[in-house]
């Protein structure tokens, strides 16, 4: 059973919330997902009161505060859910994160901070071209990519993030034990209208990754050579649930079948 946080923080500003995350053995507490699976060995800072929940459309973009909740971010989806918008991408994500107990506490800033290897919400946000907001105190923008990539979690808090949201077609593919179960691998394509399509990986690294070099074969039509590229992107050495090889095998198998 989890034990009980050695302190608890409700600060109402950024500032003060940045300062207190700044002492030893202190986590944040967005919606609590991951704090309830671990014990907490020191103090943790809510972070509700900071009003950081909101949603906006701004043209060709979609900003989100990052303590909104997946379910509520599936909720406003909804009224914008047509066919050709990145709408139905990311709601079949936020689906595919975990049961309704869980989508209904987990935040979106949460999701991202938790850098989840096998996450596929990760990966839509990542060919929508997301990127963050962090405050440090001073604001700064990341790359979700770059983000993702880091070796050590950027410092930071994460109060935003803002997708690209231009018409087009998404798809998303995987492999996995059982369809409830989170991939072994699993690849997503959004093809914007107008402009290039873009490509993202999960099972076959550490992180969720972009594959550019395979989305320059996509560019010219080469949808093979795409999915052969594809698997000289693998460095994920392998667990239980599949080997490296099988890994490398199957991101070449749906690179295939989310170009066709």
Known sequence: MPKSPTAYHRPDTLDSALQLLNQPDTFALGGGTKLLAHDVPGAVVDL???????????????????????????????????????????????????????????????????????????????????????????????????????????????TGITLSWHTGQGKSERVARTPADYPIVSVTLWQPQQGNAALAATGIAQRPLRLHTAETHLHQGHIEQAAATAQ?????????????????????????????
């Open 48 to 158: 509700q009161k900071l009003a950081l929940n909101q949603i906006t459309w701004n043209g060709d973009t979609l900003s989100i505060g990052a303590a909104l909740t997946l379910t509520e971010l599936a909720d406003a989806l909804a009224a914008q859910a047509a066919a050709d918008s990145p709408a139905p991408l990311l709601q079949q994500a936020i689906q595919q994160a975990g049961p309704n107990t869980y989508r209904n506490a987990a935040t979106v800033g949460g999701s991202i901070a938790s850098r989840l290897p096998d996450s596929e919400l990760l990966a839509v946000l990542l060919v929508l071209d997301a990127t963050l907001t962090l405050y440090t105190p001073q604001q700064q923008t990341l790359p979700l990519a770059d983000y993702l990539a880091a070796a050590e979690r950027p410092f930071g808090l994460i």
């Open 232 to 260: 000289t992107a693998v460095t994920h050495p392998g667990d239980f649930r599949g080997d490296t090889a099988y890994r490398t095998e199957m991101v070449a198998v749906l690179v295939k079948r989310v170009c066709k």
